[in-house]
């Protein structure tokens, strides 16, 4: 079937990345009525919010593409200079689905979109989604911030902890013009998610070694768990406590007695003067006279017996 000729968005018309989908695929000014196009005139962008599908779920929706069809339509783009030719922007699980269950037509809302819209809708419609993993969500809003924004990833980032920082009071106001603080609240209020517990528990996934992050992805263990195994600096016991949550299904308390005893092991077998250098570093690092007075009085305490116990030696 011959597509009908297609109605583009106002130039001079506000666009919301963030906006509901429904919005978006709604707007009667800039999407045409569902249309029926061979699947193999689609094809996928160079990069895609989503890089992993849960393989049974992926193969429960085959089966009711098989069924039933394609119920809701995929959203694509004409690509430029290719006539009868399309991108698709929004529904790669369908279009998955439907080429497993060899369909060679699929129902498609066709818009004129800019390579920032289309990256901005295929994002707000994969963090729409229930079954998307923390690493990939992370790096969605991440990404959506930075379209809204116009800066680089690792720009975002920053801004995101001293806007925290700010929150916190550990720095002065203004270190962030009011102007970026209100985009990154409309993006969070948008997606219904508070700005301050995506930086203080989700940015710091990003940082998680590589191992923890593939099994992130996989949707294999939660991450309050893969935060807890990456305090492992050895690979390979990290890798081994890895295989062994996700097999046994290690619940969390489970995972921090698994890493005590790692640690009280490893302690066991290091040399007097590491274990001295050791607890000296990790109090350092501490900082307890700052952020626990309580805690570092105890700890005097303990240096008071230690010294004493030099003395009579």
Not at 83 to 106: F, K, N, S
Not at 197 to 215: G, H, M, T, Y
Not at 274 to 298: A, F, G
Request: hydrophobic share 35%; net charge negative; charged share 30%.
């Amino acid at each position: 079937m011959t597509p009908t000729k297609k109605t583009t968005r106002k130039s001079d018309r506000p666009y919301n990345a963030t906006a509901n989908l429904d919005v978006l695929f709604g707007d009667e000014e800039a999407t045409t009525s569902p249309q029926i196009v061979k699947i193999d005139s689609i094809s996928l962008p160079a990069s895609q919010p989503r890089r992993y599908f849960d393989p049974q779920k992926l193969e429960q929706l085959t089966q009711s593409v098989k069924a039933h069809g394609i119920l809701e339509n995929l959203l694509v783009r004409p690509l430029a200079g290719k006539e009868g030719t399309y991108e698709l922007v929004a529904g790669e699980r369908r279009y998955c689905a439907a080429q497993v269950a060899e369909l060679t037509e699929v129902p498609v809302t066709i818009r004129e979109l800019s390579d920032e819209e289309a990256l901005s809708i295929a994002l707000v419609e994969n963090l729409q989604r229930e079954d998307l993993n923390p690493v990939e969500e992370t790096e969605g809003i991440v990404t959506l911030l930075g379209i809204e924004l116009k800066e680089s990833p690792e720009a975002v980032i920053s801004l995101l902890h001293k806007m925290d920082n700010e929150q916190k009071g550990k720095v002065t106001n203004n270190v962030i013009g009011n102007d970026e603080k209100q985009k990154i609240e409309s993006v969070f209020d948008n997606l219904g998610q508070n700005w301050q517990s995506f930086v203080n528990n989700r940015l710091p996934l990003l940082k998680l070694p590589e191992d923890i992050i593939e099994v992130l992805r996989q949707g294999k263990i939660a991450y309050t768990k893969a935060r807890a195994i990456a305090k492992i600096k050895d690979e390979q016991q990290r890798n081994n406590l890895i295989d062994e949550a996700v097999t046994q299904n290690l619940s969390l308390v489970q995972i921090k007695e698994r890493i005590k005893a790692l640690s009280t092991e490893d302690n066991s077998t290091s040399s007097p003067s590491t274990q001295v250098k050791t607890i000296t570093s990790r109090l350092n690092r501490s900082k307890l006279w700052e952020k626990n007075p309580k805690k570092w009085k105890q700890v005097q305490n303990w240096l008071q017996k230690i010294e004493n116990l030099l003395e009579d030696t």
